[in-house]
């Protein structure tokens, strides 16, 4: 999930553009000097809303998640079943990861991550004799899938992205259950004068069940590893205040010893999906002023809590020009 450090970077360095400022006239290139008119009157202070918004397309989100995932597993013979249940299976199982798919939902304002496992077994079965005596025999080394076709189980995985009003990064991933694909096909008997057989789909419980014991637990933890290290990295209320700061210094417009000044008073982030694109879109809504001669005093306040875009007043003016990295960060 580096795509979360790398698009709050680029939203928190993205909303203190400066405003054109008027070319002065050109100077007659003749004989006779041309007095240098004089500069346009200042911009009227007013209020503005701020925006930049930063597209990340979902594939390189897909491809931050699943470079955190192992491509391939294996989980070495083991007994599936509790101790004493009929049948007893033992099996040895190689799993491996497709390409991680991503889709963001709006309804739920989360990321919405697939991540399809394909597996194999090799296993050893028992059945109890209803008769009493021995245990009978009805697989050995037997597959459960091959690598050439494999069983299937693909994982639901949401991540929630939220900020506090305190504006602390905040990520939750839940797993919904899995998905489980069909079982394989035929039946397996035990050999000799008495014979008893059994379907391979009637093991499907226990295979399955340590697949979503063993694999799973570990997909899960993986990713909440990768969410609690992004919310430690990103320290989102120190960047937000650096930025808050620096937006509220003087800002030199060019000629005529010309500087702009806002007096933020709000900020605001929104998160939405948009054309296999995740859209980060910062917003700042405060007073415009513009002064000339020396800098005036910086426009310095608290960062006020976070409020929703939508509640910003003013029409959106998306900033184009970009502060620098290395002023920020």
């Known amino acids: 999930m580096k795509w979360m450090l790398t698009g709050f970077l680029g939203v928190l360095c993205a909303c203190g553009g400066q405003a054109a400022e008027p070319a002065a006239p050109a100077v007659s290139s003749g004989a006779e000097a041309v007095a240098p008119a004089p500069p346009p009157p200042l911009p009227a202070p007013r209020k503005a809303t701020l925006t930049q918004p930063v597209h990340v397309p979902l594939q390189l989100v897909a491809a931050s ?7 391939h597993q294996s989980q070495p013979r083991a007994l599936l079943t509790r101790p004493g249940a009929s049948p007893a299976i033992e099996a040895s199982i190689d799993v491996w990861r497709d390409d991680v798919q991503v889709r963001f939902d709006e309804a739920s304002g989360s990321l919405q991550v697939d991540v399809v496992l394909r597996y194999a077994a090799k296993f050893d ?19 459960w899938g091959t690598a050439e076709d494999p069983q299937r189980v693909t994982l639901h995985l949401r991540t929630h992205v939220d900020i506090s009003p305190q504006w602390q990064l905040q990520l939750r991933t839940e797993v919904d259950a899995p998905e489980h694909g069909p079982a394989p096909a035929g039946e397996l008997c035990t050999s000799g004068f008495f014979k008893l057989c059994v379907t391979k789909e009637s093991f499907a419980p226990e295979v399955r069940r ?3 014991s063993e694999i799973v637990p ?18 989102l209320r120190a960047r937000a205040e650096r930025l808050w700061s620096e937006l509220s210094a003087p800002r030199a417009l060019g000629a005529h010893d010309r500087y702009r000044v806002l007096q933020p008073e709000q900020a605001a982030l929104e998160l939405r999906g948009a054309d296999n694109e995740l859209v980060v879109e910062a917003a700042v809504h405060g007073q415009l002023t513009y002064h000339q001669g020396q800098p005036p005093p910086s426009a310095a306040s608290a960062l006020p809590d976070r409020v929703s875009l939508a509640s910003l007043p003013g029409e959106r003016e998306p900033d184009e020009q970009l502060l620098p990295l290395g002023a920020l960060f």
């Open 210 to 212: 340590r697949i979503e």
């Open 125 to 143: 079965a028992r059945l109890k004799n209803p008769f009493g005596g021995k245990w009978l025999t009805v697989a050995r080394d037997a597959d």
């Open 218 to 235: 570990r997909v899960r933890e993986e990713l909440e590893k990768v969410d609690r290290k992004i919310e430690e990295t990103v320290q």
């Open 65 to 71: 998640i699943q470079a955190q995932l192992p491509e």
